[in-house]
């Protein structure tokens, strides 16, 4: 396995038709309980994001077969089909929130012509953290933020944070680009609202080098078995590009967080 931590993506955990199109935002939930077994059987570390960023800023090893598991949109089927498998095993895991789509269907679905299934409801969240499950933001309307103008992504990033932590009653540290979009104006606008990490869709282990607020995950996809997974885990990085950088940043301050 790569030296690094695998930040796996998911999205929806339940039953679902047999699909041709948008596999890697769906997840069969007995494959979930599958995958999970398979980690604990074969002694995965499954980190909290705190502990991945402990690892990646040198204050903690990185273990051995590190994971960490992530869930964009913080759908309802998170709750009945996800929570009871990762309580089971005592995973730690963090759901990445839409602020402004608490208790409300995912409209975006729409426009696909699927089903626009619920996202959790600000008293199920705070029941679910209450029981030890992480939150962060994913930002409050579900942007894809590089299309946006600076204003509305400053915008976006802060309001989210400040929304999440009213329901949260704690700070909220973590932060995922939706659709994995981003450039360097939302980069800016995540570190200036004050997040310690920023997750996107980069296919590749995470490491000391990567900047946290631009790391890297691999996506489980529905059509996934247990063969899959296994390649998932063990994948080669994908060819990294030129680092976003900050404003302010030269190109070679830049590389030292590449």
């Known amino acids: 396995m790569n030296k690094g931590i695998n930040i796996l993506m998911y ?11 948008h596999r890697s935002t769906y997840c069969d939930h007995r494959r979930f309980a599958s995958q999970m077994a398979y980690l604990a059987r074969f002694g995965y570390t499954v980190l909290s994001m705190d502990q991945v960023l402990d690892c ?6 990185v273990p051995d077969k590190a994971v960490a598991l992530t869930f964009d949109d913080g759908y309802e089927n998170f709750y009945e089909y996800a929570f009871p498998v990762l309580h089971r095993h005592r995973f730690p ?14 409209s975006w679905f729409a426009a696909d012509g699927r089903d626009t299934p619920p996202i959790m409801s600000a008293e199920r969240i705070r029941e679910l953290r209450g029981l030890g499950i ?3 933001s994913h930002g409050a309307g579900h942007l894809k933020l590089a299309q946006q103008s600076t204003e509305l992504i400053r915008d976006d990033v802060r309001r989210s944070k400040a929304a999440l932590e009213d329901v949260l009653g704690e700070a909220v540290r973590h932060f995922c680009y939706p659709y994995g979009s981003h450039d360097r104006r939302a980069v800016d606008a995540v570190a200036d609202a004050g997040y310690a990490s920023a997750t996107t869709c980069v296919r590749s282990p995470a490491t000391p080098a990567d900047d946290p607020l631009t790391l890297p995950r691999k996506a489980i996809s529905w059509g996934d078995n247990l063969l899959g997974y296994f390649w998932r885990l063990h994948m080669k990085n994908t060819p990294k590009t030129e680092p976003i950088r900050r404003s302010g940043e030269t190109f070679a301050d830049a590389l030292t967080r590449a």
Request: glycine share 12%; hydrophobic share 45%; net charge neutral.
């Open 11 to 21: 999205h929806q955990v339940g039953e679902f038709a047999p699909m041709k199109a």
């Open 56 to 61: 990646l800023r040198g204050n903690a090893a």
């Open 93 to 106: 895991a963090m759901v990445y929130m839409i602020s402004d789509l608490l208790g409300k269907p995912s």
């Open 134 to 136: 992480d939150f962060g």
